[in-house]
């Protein structure tokens, strides 16, 4: 399933409402929202969107922050998804930073790992064995990559635990990531796609071929939902009618 907005702001408009439903559906059903943020450039203007239009109207203080991955940098670094958020995020709307689960990239990337697992086995209600977070937002990187799942790298076949330090060759560094069993097990994901340099990979998972050939691709949930939200930009090989490979709409 799949919705194209016409740029990155109406993308961030259109996000803010679908966080804000997922949300006060959580509140009302659990009374907590425990959603996974994503990393990158693009959930900035998400961030705003929440801090501004939407900071009276979500009941901040049920809510859980997670993230979906992080690099393994201290928490003020400038590449830190954590400082991102707290800046964009966090900050603006004074969260408490009881609420505030990051994953310490400071830390040796094996024992933030499983730290990380720890904190969401503590804190994540479970329906059976795993946490399920309500909602995980995600980016693509242009090579199908999303959280820290780049291709061909040892986090892509992790089948148990939930959390995982990966190593990225092309970059040479370790990063924190949350698994597929962790994301599978999610209420709700939220794709979060500009730009047309991930025209190519968008069209590779979404398009009528489709497939699970990356990383982005392999992402299904359980018993959870998927939206992607795309800009024209990151679209433009899409089919027009709106239809994903197998058909949804
Ligand atoms: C990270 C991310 C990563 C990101 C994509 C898209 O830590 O970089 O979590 O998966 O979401 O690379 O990044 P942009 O939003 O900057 O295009």
Known sequence: ???????????????????????????????LFCVALSGGSTPRL????LAGDWAREIAWERVRFYFGDERCVPPDHERSNYRMARETLFDPLAISATRIFRMRGEEEPRRAALDYEAELRTHVPAEGVIPRLDLVLLGLGSDGHT??????????VEKRRLAAANFVAKFSEWRLTLTYPCLRAARRILFLVTGAEKSDAAAAILGRRGGDSLPAGRVKPRSGS????????AAAKLPVDGSTADGRR
Do not use: I, K, N
């Open 1 to 31: 399933m799949f919705r194209v907005l016409p740029d990155a702001e109406g993308l961030a408009r259109e996000a803010a409402r679908e966080f804000a439903a997922s949300a006060a559906e959580s509140v009302r059903d659990r009374g």
């Open 46 to 49: 998400l961030h705003e969107r």
């Open 147 to 156: 959280a820290s799942l780049f291709p061909e790298t040892q986090a892509l």
């Open 226 to 233: 998927v939206l992607w939200l795309l800009d024209r930009a």
